[in-house]
């Protein structure tokens, strides 16, 4: 009987300690560092400067976008990021091969409302600054455009599908807000730096899949 009885002691005892512990779905969520990788489809809004379009210019992009934060909460984390989109140009005429590439450096935040849950929606805010180029070439000839200025604002949506204790992945939406100010003009290698006088808003917005990393 006695021994009966501390056998069910220990197996309550064991019960009562594996249910305050945290689970494994949860504990990805603590405090720490978190690296993110994205890849998705970027289109282009809005004007590089006024009567100059950006679709006119560009009509995708392919982004590969990097993420480094830190979560001060199991719900907040903030860091930094960098993003760079392999793009295809609009209105190449025939005979000329022309290419065209974005970057974008800056600060992002992120808000998680179900960070203990399986699918884990959030919510971020990013800016930064953003670097865009435009060439074209043919023969021994070449062109090749510079643009870069303050993107105001990046706002971002997505959730997260925890599928191992320290791994995520699931579909994110981005909207980024942005003023080129400074250009540059190369010809045959020769180039110069300009101001854009008649500044314009342009924006990118991005889908595709997010990846995440917890230490």
Known sequence: MHTRALVIVALLATAAHASAAPSRRGARHDTGFRLGARLGVAIPMGDIAQNMGLS???SANLPIWLDAAYRFSPNFSAGIYFNY???FASNCPAGVSCSTHSVHL???SFYHFLPRNSFDPYIGLGTGWEWMSLGASAGAQSL???FNGWEFL???AGGDFSVAPQWAVG???ALSLGQY???GLSQNGVGQQCRIASTAVHEWFQFGVRGTFDF
């Open 56 to 58: 006119d210019s560009v």
């Open 106 to 108: 800056g600060a992002e």
């Open 144 to 146: 090749d455009y510079s």
């Open 181 to 183: 100010s400074n250009c």
């Open 171 to 173: 579909p994110y939406l």
């Open 85 to 87: 989109g392999f793009g």
């Open 154 to 156: 990046t706002f971002q």
